[in-house]
């Protein structure tokens, strides 16, 4: 069974710009999370989507947002970057997001830099 | 708030020696912890659960314990081998019942052949 991708790996873009990150879950996953990791912070859930709706919900400004397809595809969006936006972005699912019986399979992560 | 804190500073131990890393919290009584293992680059990969009800946990080479009382998680590999250095990260759901795990620092583990 495919493990979870994501795309692009690494990306750079300019202050000001938006982006857009991709990940593709497990094959029968419906849960998808996404994470911010970067040295000063370390992880930090921004927000998971089960079923196409957002189901929880990091601690993290408005810019950042994200959908989920019928596919369990996800999308995360940052609009307006900033420097301190720069970091390892990963996305993980699961099978249905229920904590003590499902598992998190992590991607391997988009490294973002703002220049 | 809820706190999580793992060592910092690099665990450097020798090829066959037992590595143990460990996970604090406080102002928090979760119902289960989570370890991870995290190579350069790449995403983490879970290794093991233990519940709030469990004090010890084993998988090959791996020991996780969890002492509520002491607000604390003790990881454990026997037998290290150089493949083991990584970087390895606690985690906790949050507080209120959710899903959503909090993750430690994580302490990086060298090991030494």
């Known amino acids: 069974k495919a493990g979870v991708t994501q795309t692009p790996r690494y990306l750079i873009k300019t202050r000001g710009q938006q982006v857009t990150l991709s990940c593709s879950p497990i094959?029968?996953?419906?849960?998808v999370s996404w994470y911010q990791q970067t040295p000063g912070q370390g992880l930090q859930f921004l927000f998971e989507?089960?079923?196409?709706?957002?189901?929880n919900k990091g601690n993290f400004p408005g810019r950042f947002s994200g959908r989920q397809f019928s596919n369990s595809r996800s999308e995360m969006n940052v609009s307006t970057l900033e420097l301190g936006d720069s970091a390892l972005y990963l996305c993980?699912?699961?099978?249905?997001?229920?904590?003590?019986?499902?598992?998190?399979?992590f991607g391997p992560g988009t490294r973002l830099t703002v220049l | 708030s809820q706190k999580i804190e793992q060592n910092s500073e690099a665990l450097n131990i020798q090829e066959g020696k037992t590595a143990t890393l460990t996970c604090n919290y406080t102002?928090?009584?979760?119902?289960?912890l989570q370890w991870y293992r995290q190579d350069p680059g790449r995403g983490p990969v879970f290794l093991l659960l233990?519940?709030?009800?469990?004090k010890e946990k084993r998988k090959e080479r791996l020991k996780v314990t969890f002492d509520t009382t002491l607000k604390q998680s003790l990881f454990h590999i026997t037998a290290s081998q150089p493949a083991d250095s990584a970087t390895y990260l606690c985690?906790?759901?949050?507080?209120?019942?959710?899903?959503?795990?909090?993750f430690g620092r994580g302490t990086s583990l060298i090991v030494h052949p």
């Open positions: 233990i519940r709030e009800n469990e």
């Open positions: 989507y089960f079923s196409e709706t957002q189901r």
């Open positions: 102002n928090y009584s979760p119902a289960y």
């Open positions: 094959s029968g996953h419906r849960s």
């Open positions: 993980a699912s699961s099978l249905e997001g229920r904590y003590l019986t499902d598992t998190q399979y």
């Open positions: 985690a906790l759901p949050s507080s209120g019942g959710s899903y959503i795990p909090t």
